[in-house]
């Protein structure tokens, strides 16, 4: 927005990445320059503790493969929490699906041992800090165009973003942000040609994050947890791995409690399961079939966020009367 004030700004040349400062409620940009078609990689990590980075996993599952204008950047757990936001995607095709590219995919896919490739470029980038290789986790692919076919194999294709296209994420919290330029060129990740990418950071704007006010995903959950609550005290900073001798498992909600719980059925339903049973797509058993029947319907009536779950078979299931 022409009204933000620039704070930092620089051209980032393929084979390249930088490392910047963002602050809670500051915006940072990442912009095509040129003819476009390239796509960025990106890290962050909390500024104050970078043991919280940014998960694909975590925002995949909440967000699905491409997130976009709305969607959040989610920290790995056990913090679990969103860290960044996005403000405004003029393209739409971003990634998190996709690992980043190393040195050995090229080695092994394309005989190419010397190679540029997201992974070493965002541990230089990221060195400024005093982060090593591997701290590198796997990056948002912003501008990346994916996809899953038929066979359910994933596939890359063309670039579609424009000279001038961007997208904007506002920081939820103080991070340290790492995009970089992809070195993938032997790839349609970025139309099979490296090109530069613009960044800039800006004062941010309290509409940057009017519109995220009210998501129940900004709410503090017991689960999220903080160093302060890891079991292990001190926390281990050699590398070394070693056997604790005096270690005793305290596993949470260990032993499990298991309940019997009586269902009474009518005699339509009691047919209806007898039904069910004999078909087996949803369980050999009674209390197989009625735990699917139960828990595909109240996913659908009640669980709050993204709902994981086969729509056909569940509707094949509690839909029958």
Request: hydrophobic residues 35%; negative net charge.
């Amino acid at each position: 927005m022409s009204d933000r004030k620039l704070l930092y700004e620089q051209v980032m040349e393929p084979a390249t990445g930088k490392a910047v400062e963002l602050l809670a409620g500051q915006v940072l940009r990442i912009e095509q320059v040129g003819k476009g078609g390239q796509c960025a990689d990106f890290n962050c990590f909390n500024l104050h503790d970078y043991k919280e980075h940014f998960h694909t996993g975590r925002t995949r599952h909440m967000h699905g493969m491409h997130p976009t204008t709305g969607d959040f950047l989610w920290s790995a757990p056990p913090r679990d929490r969103p860290i960044a936001a996005i403000v405004t995607d003029t393209v739409g095709t971003n990634d998190v699906l996709y690992p980043r590219c190393s040195g050995l995919l090229f080695e092994y896919q394309f005989g190419a041992p010397v190679h540029t490739n997201c992974h070493d470029i965002q541990a230089e980038a990221q060195r400024e800090y005093g982060l090593t290789s591997d701290d590198v986790h796997d990056s948002f692919n912003f501008f990346m165009h994916t996809g899953i076919d038929p066979a359910g194999h994933p596939f890359i294709a063309s670039n579609n973003a424009d000279e001038g296209d961007y997208v904007e994420i506002v920081a939820l919290i103080d991070l340290l942000a790492v995009p970089n330029v992809c070195g993938a060129d032997i790839m349609a990740t970025s139309n099979f040609e490296l090109k530069p990418l613009r960044i800039a950071v800006y004062e941010g704007h309290p509409r940057d994050l009017e519109q995220f006010g009210d998501r129940p995903e900004l709410g503090n959950f017991a689960t999220q947890l903080k160093t302060a609550d890891f079991a292990e005290r001190p926390i281990k900073v050699d590398r070394e791995l070693s056997k604790d001798p005096t270690f005793d498992a305290s596993f949470t909600n260990y032993p499990i409690s298991i309940t019997d719980v009586p269902v009474k059925l009518s005699p339509e339903h009691r047919t209806l399961l007898d039904e069910l049973v004999a078909d087996g797509e949803y369980g050999l058993s009674d209390a197989d079939v009625l735990r699917y029947i139960f828990f595909s319907w109240w996913i659908q009536q009640f669980m709050q966020g993204p709902r994981h779950l086969d729509q056909a078979a569940a509707d094949g299931a509690y839909k029958i009367r």
